[in-house]
């Protein structure tokens, strides 16, 4: 049957099995929208910055596991998204972003809101195309949704001009994908498999680094069943946070940065680490000369570039995190370790890193906690990037597999708002929690008016600091407390809750945190907290800049002068 380019678009998204676009119309994309009435299948979600479609569409992606889709139009539409996909791509998550372009008499002519999108987001997409010819889209977006979703994901830009959104062609959506060049692991080394099996039965110190590969390949039972017979303790990534049960007993928490010391100093005292699914970055690993330097690596990942990029593996293992495992599993033996079990809990009762101070200040950690009771750890936490990112991710224990939604490898500030947008989306009848900083909320604040148009019940817990916290405790310890740029100015959080039609509160008393927080749970609708806490609070553990694990700072006791400061 013969479509127009925007009815093949929309025809291809519903074999694709896509439900929802996040986007923003404009010239460039209007027969796109024009087209949208007639497939009411699909749910538009009109957001109010295009970068907001793109982390809406990268969150609900990580909820699903499917793959998100958002639209822009051409010029500052389309680079609106760049921070979006870039963040996807740090983090491994199929985003598809179908943007407009100029007519294509006008492309490379400078036209009115043209730019070279896919050019620029060469570096952070796994594929961009630039389709001329209606009778082109649908195989480009066959492939795009392809290659976003297999192996390690990604997003794909799709760029089509809006006279091709308008050209007729033949529709006929290819039944397979065949790309030279883009090959995906086909077989799992068993050699590789059965060293990795003997260096685990000869350890006697091993510990599991799971990361987000254990998520994106849903093998949460693999890990378990894998740490379970062979007893050993499982240390999380930042992104691979509830990918193995926080209250389990071989749980031990995050490393690195602003990880558990003691996870840090098991690290530095293992004979074996198995990374599954992580990229040993360097928040991770810290100083990398000096990172684990009496284990032996075993490396189990998707994407052979990241085997041996950082650390040099003893066995590598190339594939899906998921199938591996299962064949893994296969090969190891039943085996305890006392010893080492008995030395980890040693460490955690000599530095309990994440004990909650005594004190009558209203802290973040405390107010991460209640929340985490208030749930009972059944919710979706997503944060934006700072000190309440690493107090959310030490304070609240994520049972309920892939509940942590959060911006790894980019560190994008902002993330916060519209991911929660959407996850509620994709869970409209699960609770979810925004915990939000001061500043980042304030980058992406306007999707409250989205959240409250859809009518999204999220719970925003603003930790209010009056800071750029994570700079300022940077210079507070390495710039000799030199505070430049960084006192934060807010406006009213709870009249702009209001002002958007939503539910506002501002906590700044201990006493009021578990009530304000119960009201936000009985309410139906969204519910905005602002938690006003110690500005001076600082997050720890921590590792200085350029060290090594063995250094970390573990809740240091201020020094007179930087009492003083404080006061």
Partial sequence: MRLTGAQIVFESMLREGVRHVFGYPGGANLPLYDTFVQYPQIQHILVRHEQAAAHAADAYARVTGEVGVCFATSGPGATNLVTGIANAWMDSVPLVCITGSVVTALIGRDGFQEADITGITLPVTKHNALVQKAEDIARTLKEAFYIARTGRPGPVLVDIPRDTQQQLAEFEYPERVSLRGYKL???????????????????????ILSGHGVILSQAFAEVRTLAETCDIPVITTLLGISGFPGTHPLALGMPG???MYWNNQAISNADLL??????????????LKDFAPHAKIIHVDIDPAEIGKNVRPTAALLGDVKAVLQVLNKEVHPKQHPAWRAWLREQREQHPSIALPETDKLLPQYVIHKIYEATRGDAYVVTGVGQHQMWAAQFYWYDRPNSFITSGGLGTMGFEVPAALGAQVARPHDVVWSVCGDGGFQMTSQELATIVEYELPVKFAIINNGYLGMVRQWQQLFYKNNRMAVKMFSPDFVKLAEAYGMVGMRVTDKLQVESAIERAMAHPGPVLIEFVVDEDENCYPMVPPGASLQETIDQPQPSREEATTRR
């Fill in 257 to 259: 940065m602003h990880g």
């Fill in 274 to 287: 198995l990374g599954i699914g992580m990229r040993f970055d360097d928040r991770v690993t810290g100083r």
């Fill in 185 to 207: 692991p086909e077989h799992i080394d068993y050699g590789q498999v059965k060293k990795a099996a003997q260096l685990i039965g000869e350890s006697q110190r091993p510990l």
